[in-house]
């Protein structure tokens, strides 16, 4: 049975957040739960671009920070009636971490009474709504698994923040952001955030020895903040340049391949998306750059994209790309 430290804290500040991630991920050697709330922010996916998922003019405007996490997906609105969850511990590749990892969270809110289920591939719904959103990232044999809990959101900045991709609500068959996800007050309206931030701790500590941030944790994680978190390099510098734009909505994530052509190679490619990322997916597009644009030179120097991206395929990419 694996040995958990449970940790909680008051810090709200959204770069502190994301940073302190990495640092127990990447630095850190024990396994790890704890529960943190963010003050309003965008958290976008790894693989996004910036430029094109958030309302930059809203969220400038509102004071609202935007902040790139280590792991894919898409982008999320945060408020401090939102609670988020992160849980860092060695990779079982034999498992499905997504469901193991999720399932004290429904089972908690089973136990109030709330009918939450795990759904798609990374979320929690309760009657059919999205109250929860997880995705995770391995580094070194270590995962990092991390979600967040709506609980009383403000749904008109979370619509107004985002951008979403077309694609993907036209895929869904819906209208808008806010007729996908629900907040959790709506079917426990007796209980605040914070009772529901306690009632989880407390339900995580049972099995749990308990760990407080000492000060070199906070330095160090502060020194992330200043070097990557807070900065514009990180959370929308990176854009694509090319000219040409492919997108589709596979069954793995919406897919965005941005390239020039020169003297018929490619040239500039940029790969960006929701799509949940086994490697640097920064230097999978790089090996793209010199190749001709043929259907058969694509089709094999797509052929290691399985290593980076999961569940993508060579074949069904090349097909819709030469469509």
Partial sequence: MEKFLFLTHDFNDPYFNLASEEYFLRHRTENFI???????AVIVGINQNTLQ??????TSSHGIKVVRRQTGGGAVYHDLNNICYTVIAENDENVDNYKKFTAPVIEYLNSLGVKAEFSGRNDITVDGKKISGNAQTVVNGRIMHHGTLLFDTDMTALTLSLKPNRLKIESKGIKSVRARVANIKDYLPDFTVTELKKGLSEYFRKTCDEYRLTQRDINEINKLVRDKYS???WNIGRSPTGK???EYKFPFGVFTFSFDTENGEIKNADISGDFFSVGDVKKFAASLNGVKFTKEDASAAFSQVGDYIKGATAGEIVEQLFS
Avoid: K, S, T
């Fill in 244 to 246: 040409n734009l492919f």
């Fill in 34 to 40: 704890y529960i943190w709330i963010n003050a309003p």
């Fill in 53 to 58: 998922e958030v309302n930059l003019d809203y």
């Fill in 231 to 233: 900065r514009y390099e």
